[in-house]
């Protein structure tokens, strides 16, 4: 069975103080893995999808790497704006041409000042 | 940049009522989503359309159902609400499948 697994369920960190997430994942077949962040109440906003082995995919303080078994959301110097729930998925070619993803329980981030 | 948009935000409905959940997605997006996220936990997938015709059905209750409309627009209905379907219902869309999608800022739905 496919299956996403992300930690730490929470995180705090001190302005500044660089972490990083982990999302392991076991899967027939990897089509992509989605990074998304979630704000309480809010719909998950995406930050990067990443495809092979080696990729890697930055954006300002944050950036995601991506292994045969799991991928790494490294997060640089955060700020208190950062604080959010960091929620990975997969898409796998079992899921043929409907796209849907399967999802991790996410990471919840604090950061603070 | 246009959205994912969803009505309502919030419905607050009785246990045994039905409600009818809408999404509109981003214009010459092809394929609607529905998850459902519960309390603190991660969401999940309900159902997908592509082109108007349903491409894959996930845990969704036999007491849902879901279209799409030739608009593209589409609705999710639920009846004989349970106090246990209270949860956020996002809708996302995509342009193909191989592409991160974007959701909605879903509906909360309340049952009581």
């Known amino acids: 069975e496919d299956q996403v697994t992300q930690s730490p369920e929470a995180l705090r960190l001190q302005e500044g103080e660089s972490s990083s997430l982990n999302c392991s994942y076991t899967?027939?077949?990897?089509?992509?893995l989605f990074w998304y962040r979630q704000d309480p109440g809010k719909g998950p906003e995406f930050l990067f999808t990443l495809y092979s082995a080696g990729e890697e995919k930055e954006k300002e303080r944050l950036k995601a790497t991506l292994t045969k078994k799991e991928s790494f959301l490294h997060i640089t110097a955060p700020k208190p704006e950062d604080s959010a729930t960091y929620l990975c998925?997969?898409?796998?070619?079992?899921?043929?041409?409907?796209?849907?993803?399967?999802f991790g329980q996410g990471t919840t981030l604090q950061v603070k000042p | 940049a246009a959205g994912v948009i969803q009505s309502p935000r919030h419905l607050i409905k009785e246990k045994r009522e039905t409600a009818t959940l809408k999404c509109y997605p981003i214009?010459?997006?092809?394929?609607v989503y529905w998850y459902q996220q519960g309390p603190g936990q991660d969401p999940q997938f309900l159902i997908s359309f592509y082109e108007k015709m349903q491409s894959d059905k996930g845990s969704i209750p036999d007491r849902f159902s879901a279209q799409q409309f030739s608009d593209y627009h589409s609705e999710l209905n639920m009846s004989s609400l349970e106090l246990g379907d209270s949860a956020l219902y996002f809708c996302a869309s995509s342009s193909g499948v191989d592409y991160g999608y974007t959701f909605g800022s879903g509906t909360r739905l309340t049952v009581v």
């Open positions: 214009p010459r997006h092809d394929t």
């Open positions: 998925a997969v898409q796998t070619h079992g899921s043929g041409n409907t796209g849907k993803l399967i």
């Open positions: 899967v027939s077949g990897l089509r992509g």
